[in-house]
T-cell receptor, first 115, second 112 residues
């Protein structure tokens, strides 16, 4: 099973709303990632969790708050977003760096629209 | 900083023709290189992973080569089909780094 599952698939939220994106994998990967992708652009790294600890924050605004409750789950909490935050949000997982194989597997994404 | 370039940006071929997609990177100190496929509005599907010590990787109609010293990888897709129409992205992982550096992708259209 090489599946990364993201929910919801689509989300429309107002600028004062609070919502969460969820990501789950059961491949035993101990590194999990959030990427943001705008139309016709490559994915941009936002956060990396390694062994459930935040390893990398690519200077992401605090209105995005990641959480890794356990080794299989990754959440992204959203609050007071702006319309320019509308994008496809992708979750990925891999073995941690230094492992023999760090092939990254991505979920199908959450299409977020901020109105 | 690792810069990844994919040429061409778009490609349109008739069904049955072989596809050649190019990826170049500026820093040869890579751990591995991965090719992905992305359909419109969807996530990324991993196609092939090439470790830095490998020269080539094959899966079905797909073949990817890696020349680390010259900073190049090529993805070959044999006997293209309309279902191969998608955007193909290459991504490079530097040694001892979590970050994947992506190219901008090549959008492929296979005409029936």
């Amino acid at each position: 099973d090489t599946e990364v599952t993201q929910t919801p698939k689509h989300l429309v939220m107002g600028m004062t709303n609070k919502k969460s994106l969820k990501c789950e994998q059961h491949m035993g990967h101990r590194a999990m990632y959030w990427y943001k992708q705008k139309a016709k652009k490559p994915p941009e790294l936002m956060f990396v969790y390694s062994y459930e600890k935040l390893s990398i924050n690519e200077s992401v605004p605090s209105r995005f708050s990641p959480e890794c409750p356990n080794s299989s789950l990754l959440n992204l909490h959203l609050h007071a977003l702006q319309p320019e935050d509308s994008a496809l949000y992708l979750c990925a997982s891999s073995h941690p760096k230094g492992g023999w194989d760090t092939e990254a597997f991505f979920g199908q994404g959450t299409r977020l629209t901020v109105v | 900083k690792q810069e990844v370039t994919q040429i061409p940006a778009a490609l349109s071929v008739p069904e049955g023709e072989n596809l050649v997609l190019n990826c170049s990177f500026t820093d040869s100190a890579i751990y591995n290189l991965q090719w992905f496929r992305q359909d419109p509005g969807k996530g990324l599907t991993s196609l092939l992973l090439i470790q830095s010590s490998q020269r080539e990787q094959t899966s079905g109609r797909l073949n990817a080569s890696l020349d680390k010293s010259s900073g190049r990888s090529t993805l070959y897709i044999a006997a293209s089909q309309p279902g191969d129409s998608a955007t193909y992205l290459c991504a490079v992982r530097r040694t001892n780094d979590y970050k994947l550096s992506f190219g901008a992708g090549t959008t492929v259209t296979v005409r029936a």
